[in-house]
């Protein structure tokens, strides 16, 4: 049985106070209005083009132009704040999804190398209650258009009044029908991922096999639930920020991205508690096959990406291609880097089979996994909303921090409020003798 | 004498498996065992050392993509250029993102090709090739160890026995 250290609480609460911190002087540095906003782009441009005398005609001319622009660089920092919170709380959030999807996948196929992992993962997406709470409310923050957060264009009605393609749209994108849908992704999760726990303990305390055929069951049919629900929140909280774009495998690429970094998490837990002895049982079999899964999705989710850019930067059509045309101009950096976060480092890293068993690799490789698909999130989030004016500073990394704060929080409770072997289970044998 | 030859025959891969590990500890020389499929963990149990193929399919795989990128190149940038979907063909690196498919391609083709050529020569095998097998059994669903025989015949016959070999033969080589 696990004992939540105390070390770890107040790593965790470190990470959370730092987060807050961060995330407040995001709100505190946003521009109050739009004189502020002006003087600082007088500021800029003085600073950035010394050399460069705007003469008294061109600047007459650009007047006009220029408070359009302030205007619009208003829109964007007051939204930046928000977008940095938002992009913390939706990819921690579909990460400990990510997780308890793993273990609903690896329950329907009755993997027999795994159930040794399955209190990790039970007690990991303990995260997803309290991380879709908070984001709901968010969601609801966000439609509504509460403290100057305009993160979905869809919902101001005068910009869908002037927006014959969002006009199009209005019958799915309205804010009580995206609501609704919230609610029934949301909650479904959150139901199935409470009765899994349920079952998961009663079978451990009476080892009726009863509990473990309800879960098969539970699993398939949240399986099947959750591609359908994931593909359209996926639309919802993430596509439909870039309203005008679209793309027919966004779901899939959302989910590669943070199923891939689910797949990580588990793997860190995983050798942070067994270096701390809690979980013998696991070998590095059960390591390299965590590993391998970091691998191959890491490359499905490349896949998915080239499929997606590729596609639309042949075709050349000016609705679709401007998406990418934009990353590639205003996020260049991040937008290549993370191919080589999300690429080339893990696939250098992991391609050799004794590098997966290796915990410092696996380490550096999983840093790298994290860290790219934070980045990934942020650049499907934050063109649409902070557009030029991005930056990843205190805001956002506190934003990140204070989440995975709070997600280590309520995973490692959970995690310790039961026993690390879930040892009822038909296949923990098998799972314990795993051997590659 | 040292040019006899068991022939333990088994009937099961576990079996098989146990069999080999004893057969290891007890010093005999195991010279080669025929088997109807891959048998997991085998290779490791006979103390085989680990394949070095791999390293061979990447060597084939950065061939294949260097490949790739020089026939992409001579086609579309060198040889005949053309202007597809407002992308003029004047520069690699510009309209390289609509190479990468082919590219990849011959990445794999050249590895999965050379690697199973690779295979072919380093195990002797090639058209019209006679089988080694010493009994067609081990083409259906038996399991065969030859063992360099190792002083007395008749306890060398009685510890395979022992190892559960549903079989075993002394054959003069």
Known sequence: MYTFSKKLKTFAFVLMLIGVAGIIYGFIKAPKDLAEVKANLIEQAHDGHGEHHVSAADH??????????????????????????????????????????FHGINYAASAGWSPVLFRVMEGLSAYILPGSIIFFI?????????????????????????????????????????????????????????????????????????????????????LAFFIVTESMASWDWIMSIDTHWYSTLFGWYVFASFFVTAITTIAFVTLYLKSKGYMDFVNTSHIHDLAKFMFGLSIFWTYLWFSQFMLQWYSNIPEEVTYFIFRIQEFNLPF????????????????????????????????????????????????????????????????????????????????????LLAKNNPLIEESKHFHY | MSNKVIYAIYNDDDVLLDAVKETKAAEHHIEEIYT?????????????????????????????????????????????????????????????PAFVPIMFEMTVLFSAHLMV???????????????????????????????????????AIEFFKKTGAVEVKVIEK
């Open chain 1, 138 to 222: 968010l969601l609801l923050l966000s439609v509504y258009g509460i403290g100057g957060n305009h993160l979905f264009i869809w919902a101001d009605k005068d910009v869908v009044e002037a927006d014959a393609i969002i006009k199009g749209k209005e019958g799915y994108l309205n804010a009580p029908f995206f609501i609704i849908r919230a609610i029934i992704f949301l909650g479904g999760w959150n139901l199935y991922r409470i009765y899994m726990r349920k079952q998961s303990l009663a079978l451990d305390a009476s080892g009726d096999l009863v509990y473990h055929k309800k879960m098969f069951k539970a699993s398939a049919g949240f």
């Open chain 2, 36 to 96: 109807p499929f891959p048998v997991h963990g085998l290779d490791k149990a006979m103390g085989l050392k680990p394949t070095r193929i791999a390293i061979c399919a990447f060597l084939y795989g950065l061939v294949g993509l260097a490949f790739g990128t020089f026939m992409m190149y001579y086609i579309m940038i060198i040889d005949w250029p053309q202007d597809i979907g407002g992308k003029p063909s004047m520069s690699f690196i510009q309209n390289m």
């Open chain 1, 60 to 101: 007459a001319v650009s007047d006009a132009h220029f408070d359009h622009h302030a205007e619009h660089v208003y829109g964007q920092l007051k939204n930046k704040p928000w977008t940095a919170l938002y992009v913390g709380c939706i990819f921690v959030m579909l990460v400990s999804v990510g997780i308890l999807v």
């Open chain 2, 117 to 155: 050529l690779t295979f072919f020569m380093r195990s002797k095998l090639w058209p019209f090739k006679e089988a080694e097998n010493p009994d067609v059994r081990t083409t259906d669903d038996h399991f065969l160890m030859e063992v360099a025989l190792k002083g007395d015949e008749d306890s």
């Open chain 1, 336 to 419: 290549f880097g993370m191919l080589v976060l999300n690429f080339v480092l893990p696939l250098l890293l992991l391609i050799n089979t004794d590098f997966k068993r290796l915990t410092w690799i696996v380490v550096m490789a999983g840093v790298c996994i994290i860290i790219g698909h934070y980045i990934d999130f942020y650049l499907m989030i934050a063109p649409g909303t902070v557009g030029g004016s991005w930056f990843i500073g205190a805001a956002e990394i506190g934003s990140l921090l204070f989440f995975i704060g709070l997600f280590i929080l309520v995973g490692f409770s959970e995690i310790a409020k039961a026993p």
